[in-house]
């Protein structure tokens, strides 16, 4: 559940504003520029897609896979773009804009090895009970990793203005 809800976040946020994600696409430099409008399509509705086929227990084998795949390769743009120099892209993972970082790349990778882990126990027949909970703590897994990103992306806001961000009850 939490990596469909985070699939579709992504997903609604480039295509309802693709002229953004399409200059993220740009800056990443790592398609064709002629590419880059339907790569800025295709991506989104992958998203879409696969979060999707996570929801449906036929295809969840094959859709861990999938969304592995997705995280991974966001994971390859972002880590030859920081090889390159290049942090101060936007990931494009959806909200406000966040720079790619390391930090990113290994969410990305973690998020990954829960996937292919998934993907292994996935021939399981859970009870609905563990489904039902599965499903629960997936949205609390979603919703505290949004908040987190917010709260973050008002951090980066405070300080830029020269504003004072308490963590832990000091200044930054």
């Known amino acids: 559940m939490f990596t469909a809800l985070l699939l579709f976040h992504a997903a609604a946020h480039k ?3 693709t002229a953004r ?9 790592l398609a064709p520029e002629l590419a880059i409008p339907a790569v800025a399509l295709l991506l989104p509705l992958a998203e879409f897609a696969v979060g999707s086929a996570l929801l449906i227990p036929t295809f969840q084998d094959q859709a861990f896979m999938a969304a592995a795949a997705l995280l991974a390769l ?52 859970p009870s609905w009970l563990v489904i039902l909970a ?18 973050l992306a008002n951090r980066r806001r405070m300080v830029a203005r020269g504003g004072v961000a308490l963590v832990s009850g000091g200044r930054i």
């Open 21 to 29: 994600f399409e200059g993220i696409l740009w800056d990443y430099r």
């Open 15 to 17: 295509l309802l504003d």
């Open 74 to 125: 966001y994971a390859v743009a972002m880590g030859v773009n920081l090889v390159r120099g290049r942090s101060e892209i936007s990931c494009g993972c959806g909200g406000p804009p966040t720079p790619i970082s390391l930090a990113l790349v290994l969410r990305n990778l973690a998020l990954c090895t829960c996937l292919l882990s998934s993907a292994a126990l996935a021939s399981s027949q």
């Open 134 to 151: 599965g499903a629960a703590a997936g949205c609390l897994a979603f919703v505290c990793v949004a908040a987190a990103g917010q709260a």
